[in-house]
C-alpha cells in the first residue's frame, strides 16, 4: 500500500492554501454526466478501500457508507497518519453530524479550503457532494504533493508521466483524459518502471481495451495498486473523467516513488562498495608498479656507471647508440609509469579523502618520495655516463681527426709537386720568342710565390706528425716515412727552382735587342701598310659626280696622290732594311728565330705585293677620270638646251595665264561674242603644242643621262607640265562658264543688261580677282543687292550656292541663285499637278497614260524610274507621280 504520512507532514497551510483554492474551482456540473458520475464512482470507491482495508475494513456505497462520519475518520486517519478526535457513537443524525464536521475540520486544518460541502449535505448522502469531498481528499494527500523538476501536483504529475513514457511509440501524454483512452500510455508506465511485467512491443494501438486490462491486471497483480477503472467505459466515454484518470495515476506515482527509494538504497551501497573496490585495486597497482619501477632502476644504475674505455671511435659510437637507445627506447615508458605512479598516488588519496577514507600508506621502501630519490640517483647516474661517452668520443675523434688531417695535406702537397721536378728541367725557353720567355719568367716568379706559400703547409705536415708521435698514434710508422719523403722532394725542388731561373734571365737579355727592332718594324709597317691599302681603296673607288666642278675636284686629288709616290716608295725601302738587320743580328748570335714578328702581322713580302698593285692602279684611274670629264661636258651642253627651250615655254604658259584671267572677268560684248573670243583663243594655245612636245624630248634626254640638277633655269619638266595642263583646263572652264551663262539667261529669261550688272557686283566684290569669292565677301554681295540677311537665312543661302561646304561662291552658283530668286520656276507642286491632269485626277498613272501623253523617250524614262503606287484605289500596274516629281527637285522643294 501507498504509504502518504511522509508527504502530509511536509505541507506547509499557505502551499495548501493557495494549491486547493485552485482545485476546488471543479465543475459540478459535469458530475451529472452519468458516465463521468460512474467512473468517479469505481475509482473513488477502489482509491478509499486502497486505504481503508488497512485497518480491515471497506466501503460498498460511497455516498451512503460516508454518512455517518466513522468510515470517513478513520480514512483520513491512514491516509493522514494521525489521530483524530473520538468519534460519537450514537446513531442519531446529530451524533452523524459531529463526526463528519470533525473530518471536515481535520481536513481545513491542513489548509484546504471546502467549497459548498457541509456535513449535513454529506450526512444526507448527497453523492455530488461525497464525490466532491473524496476528490478533495485525494488532491490535497495523493496528488499536491507531487513535485516534479519545480512543478507540483497536477502540473508535476503530468510532466512526471510525460517524462516516463516519452521514449515510447504511440504514446503522447498531454492530458488525463483522451491521452490515456487507448491504454498504451499506462502499459508504458508499467514497462518504464518493471519491463519484467509487459510485452510493450506486442500491444497494438487499434485494441484500447486488451491494453487497459492488461495495465489494469498487472498493476494490481504485481505493483498492489486496485482497479479503479473499467477499460470499457474508458473506451465508450468521448472523454474519460480527468479526476478518475488522475486518482488512478497518482497511484502509479505513488507505487513507483516507493520501489525508487529501495532502488536508490541499493545502488548507495553498490557505490560505496564500488569506490572501496576501486580504491583497494588502485593499492595493489600502485604496490606492484612501484617495486618493478623500483627494480628496473636498481638494474639499470649498474651499467650506466660502467667506464670501461675504447680504442676506436666506432666502438665509442655503438655505446652511445646503445646510450640512446635507452633514451629513447627503453626510458621513455619508465618516465611515463613514474608518472602515472604519482597520478594514481594522488588520485587514489583524493579519492579516499572525499569518501572519508584513511589516508594510503605504501609498504616500506615505496613511498613516492622513494620512487622519486631512486629516480634522482638514476638521473645522475645517467649524467655522468653520457658525459663520459662525449669526452671519450672526443679524445679519439681528435686522434683520428689529426690523422685525417696529416693524410689530407700530404696528399695535397704530393698532388701539387706532382709534374713539378718535370716543369722546372724543361729547356722550352730556347725556342722561345721574348715575350714568351719574359712570360715563362713571370710564371716562373709566380711559382715562385707557389712554392714559398707551401712551405706552410710543409711545416704543418711535420708538425701534425709530430703531435701524433707524441699520442702514440698506432700508424706512426707509416705517417714518419711518408712525412720524411715530402721533405726530401721540398729540397729539390727548391735548387731546381734556382736553376730555371738564372737560365730564364739569360736567355731574355739575348732577346730584348731582337724585339726592339721587331717593334721599329711594326710601328713603321701599321702606318705604310694602312695608307697603301687606303691608295688602293680610293684607286679603286667608285665615283658619281654630277657636274663638270665635281670631276675636276676629283682629277686635282689624284695628281696630289701621284705626287706624294715617290717619298712613299723611301719608306718602304727603309722598313725592308729593319727587317734585314734582324735576320743579321740572329745569325751573327746563334739564335734560332721561333716565327714572325710578334707586334704585327705584316710581312715584307705583303709590303712588295701591296706597292706593286697600288701602282699597276694609277694608270687605270687617270683613264677613268678623263672618261668621266668628257661625259659631263656633253650633259652641260644637254642642260643649257633644255634650260633655253624650258624658260620660253615658263613665260608663255605665264602670259596667257594671266590674259585668261583678264579676259574672264572683262567678258567685253555678248555672251555669244565673249565665247567666239574664247575658243579662237583656244585654238591659239593648242597651237604651241609642238614647242611642249620639243622640252618633253630634251627632258627625255636629260632622264637618260641622270642629270638630276640643272642650274641653267627654275623650271622642272613637272611644274611646266602641271602649268600647261592647268592652262588648259582654265580655258576650257572658262568657255563652260559662258556656255552655262548662256542657257541660264536663255532658260531664266534673263537680259544681257542684267547678267552685265550680275557681273559687275560680283567682280566688285572678288576682290582677289580669283572668279570666286569667300562666304563673308559674297554676303556683303547679298547686302548690296538689297537682301536682309539673318544667320539662318544666309545660312540657307550658302546651302543652295555652296552644297558642298568648300567655303567658296563662283560666279555661276551666283547667277543661278540670282536667277531662282528673280525668276518664276517650275515647282513640284507644278509638276505633281501636270501628272494628275493626265491621270484624270487619280492619286496615281498608268505607263499606258504615259505612253499616250508623253514623247515615247520621256514616257519610258517616267516609267523606269516611278515606283509601283501602293496607296488607296491601287491597281495592277500604277504607278506614284507623286513620289517621283518630289524626287525630281528634292526634299528641299517640298
Not at 402 to 430: N, P, V
Not at 552 to 561: C, D, N, S, V, Y
Amino acid at each position: 500500500m501507498v504509504d502518504y504520512h511522509a508527504a502530509n507532514n511536509q505541507s506547509s497551510t499557505g502551499g495548501v492554501q493557495t494549491y486547493m483554492e485552485q482545485e476546488n474551482d471543479w465543475d459540478r456540473d459535469m458530475l451529472l454526466d452519468p458516465a463521468w458520475e460512474r467512473q468517479q464512482r469505481k475509482t473513488f470507491t477502489a482509491w478509499c478501500n486502497s486505504h481503508l482495508r488497512k485497518s480491515g475494513t471497506q466501503i460498498e456505497n460511497i455516498e451512503e457508507d460516508f454518512r455517518d462520519g466513522l468510515k470517513l475518520m478513520l480514512l483520513l486517519e491512514v491516509i493522514a497518519g494521525e489521530r483524530l478526535p473520538k468519534p460519537e457513537r450514537g446513531k442519531m443524525r446529530v451524533h452523524k453530524i459531529n463526526n463528519v464536521n470533525k473530518a471536515l475540520d481535520f481536513i481545513a486544518s491542513k489548509g484546504v479550503k471546502l467549497v459548498s460541502i457541509g456535513a449535513e449535505e454529506i450526512v444526507d448522502g448527497n453523492a455530488k457532494m461525497t464525490l466532491g469531498m473524496i476528490w478533495t481528499i485525494i488532491l490535497r494527500f495523493a496528488i499536491q504533493d507531487i513535485s516534479v523538476e519545480e512543478t507540483s501536483a497536477k502540473e508535476g504529475l503530468l510532466l512526471w508521466c510525460q517524462r516516463k513514457t516519452a521514449p515510447y511509440k504511440n504514446v503522447n501524454v498531454q492530458n488525463f483524459h483522451i491521452s490515456w483512452k487507448d491504454g498504451l500510455a499506462f502499459n508504458a508506465l508499467i514497462h518504464r518502471h518493471r519491463p519484467d511485467l509487459i510485452d510493450y512491443d506486442s500491444l497494438r494501438k487499434d485494441d484500447p481495451v486488451t491494453n487497459l486490462n492488461n495495465a489494469f491486471e498487472v498493476a494490481e497483480k504485481h505493483l498492489d495498486i486496485p482497479k479503479m477503472l473499467d477499460a470499457e467505459d474508458i473506451v465508450n466515454t468521448a472523454r474519460p473523467d480527468e479526476k478518475a484518470i488522475m486518482t488512478y495515476v497518482s497511484s502509479f506515482y505513488h507505487a513507483f516513488s516507493g520501489a525508487q527509494k529501495a532502488e536508490t538504497a541499493a545502488n548507495r551501497i553498490c557505490k560505496v562498495l564500488a569506490v572501496n573496490q576501486e580504491n583497494e585495486q588502485m593499492m595493489e597497482d600502485y604496490e606492484k608498479l612501484a617495486s618493478e619501477l623500483l627494480e628496473w632502476i636498481r638494474r639499470t644504475i649498474p651499467w650506466l656507471e660502467n667506464r670501461t674505455q675504447e680504442k676506436t671511435v666506432n666502438d665509442m659510437q655503438a655505446k652511445q647508440e646503445d646510450f640512446r637507445d635507452y633514451r629513447c627506447v627503453h626510458k621513455p615508458p619508465k618516465v611515463q609509469e613514474k608518472c602515472q605512479l604519482e597520478i594514481s598516488f594522488n588520485t587514489l588519496q583524493t579519492k579516499l579523502r572525499l569518501s572519508n577514507r584513511p589516508a594510503f600508506m605504501p609498504s616500506e621502501g615505496r613511498m613516492v618520495s622513494d620512487i622519486n630519490g631512486a629516480w634522482h640517483t638514476l638521473e645522475g647516474a645517467e649524467k655522468g655516463y653520457e658525459e663520459w661517452i662525449l669526452s671519450e668520443i672526443r679524445r679519439l675523434e681528435r686522434l683520428e681527426h689529426l690523422a685525417e688531417k696529416f693524410h689530407q695535406k700530404a696528399a695535397i702537397h704530393e698532388s701539387w709537386t706532382d709534374g713539378k721536378e718535370a716543369m722546372l728541367t724543361q729547356k722550352d725557353y730556347e725556342t722561345s720568342t721574348l715575350s714568351e720567355v719574359k712570360a715563362l719568367l713571370r710564371k716562373h716568379e709566380a711559382f715562385e710565390s707557389d712554392l714559398a706559400a707551401h712551405q706552410d703547409r710543409v711545416e704543418q705536415i711535420a708538425a701534425i706528425a709530430q703531435e701524433l708521435n707524441e699520442l702514440d698514434y698506432y700508424d706512426s710508422a707509416s705517417v714518419n716515412a711518408r712525412c720524411q719523403k715530402i721533405c726530401d722532394q721540398w729540397d729539390v725542388l727548391g735548387t731546381l727552382t734556382q736553376n730555371r731561373k738564372e737560365s730564364l734571365e739569360r736567355t731574355e737579355k739575348q732577346l730584348e735587342s731582337i724585339d726592339e727592332l721587331y717593334l721599329e718594324y711594326a710601328k713603321r709597317a701599321a702606318p705604310f701598310n694602312n695608307w697603301m691599302e687606303g691608295a688602293m681603296e680610293d684607286l679603286q673607288d667608285m665615283f658619281i659626280v654630277h657636274n663638270i666642278e665635281e670631276i675636276q675636284g676629283l682629277i686635282t686629288a689624284h695628281e696630289q696622290f701621284k705626287s706624294t709616290l715617290a717619298e712613299a716608295n723611301k719608306e718602304r725601302e727603309a722598313i725592308q732594311a729593319i727587317q734585314a738587320e734582324v735576320q743579321k743580328i740572329a745569325q751573327s748570335n746563334g739564335i734560332k728565330l721561333s716565327g714572325a714578328n710578334p707586334y704585327t702581322t705584316i710581312t715584307p713580302a705583303s709590303i712588295d705585293s701591296k706597292w706593286k698593285k697600288a701602282m699597276d692602279m694609277v694608270p687605270l684611274r687617270d683613264n677613268a677620270l678623263q672618261d668621266e670629264l668628257n661625259k659631263q661636258n656633253s650633259n652641260d651642253t644637254l642642260r643649257a638646251k633644255f634650260a633655253t627651250q624650258a624658260n620660253t615655254v615658263g613665260a608663255y604658259i605665264q602670259a596667257k595665264m594671266e590674259e585668261i584671267g583678264r579676259i574672264s572677268i572683262e567678258m567685253n560684248g555678248t555672251l555669244e561674242d565673249q565665247l567666239t573670243h574664247l575658243k579662237d583663243y583656244q585654238k591659239t594655245i593648242m597651237s604651241y603644242m609642238p614647242e611642249i612636245n620639243t622640252l618633253e624630248g630634251y627632258h627625255q634626254l636629260i632622264q637618260e643621262a641622270l642629270i638630276f640638277d640643272n642650274q641653267y633655269t627654275s623650271y622642272t619638266m613637272e611644274h611646266l607640265r602641271v602649268g600647261w595642263e592647268q592652262l588648259l583646263t582654265t580655258i576650257a572652264r572658262t568657255i563652260n562658264e559662258v556656255e552655262n551663262q548662256i542657257l541660264t539667261r536663255d532658260a531664266k529669261g534673263i537680259s544681257q543688261e542684267q547678267l552685265y550688272e550680275y557681273r559687275a557686283s560680283f567682280n566688285h566684290f572678288d576682290k582677289k580677282r580669283s572668279g570666286q569669292m569667300v562666304s563673308e565677301d559674297f554676303r556683303a554681295l547679298l547686302i548690296s543687292t538689297g537682301n536682309s540677311l539673318g544667320d539662318s537665312e544666309f545660312a540657307r543661302i550658302m546651302g543652295i550656292v555652296d552644297p558642298n561646304g568648300s567655303g567658296a561662291v563662283t560666279f555661276q552658283a551666283f547667277i543661278d541663285f540670282m536667277s531662282r530668286e528673280t525668276t518664276d520656276t517650275d515647282t513640284a507642286d507644278q509638276v505633281i499637278a501636270s501628272f494628275k491632269i493626265l491621270a484624270a485626277d487619280k492619286p496615281f498613272i498608268t505607263a499606258e497614260e504615259l505612253r499616250r501623253e508623253l514623247p515615247p523617250d520621256q514616257a519610258e524614262y517616267c516609267i523606269a524610274r516611278m515606283a509601283p503606287y501602293t496607296g488607296p484605289n491601287a491597281i495592277p500596274g500604277a504607278l506614284d507621280y507623286m513620289s517621283f516629281s518630289t524626287a525630281l527637285y528634292g526634299e528641299s522643294d517640298l
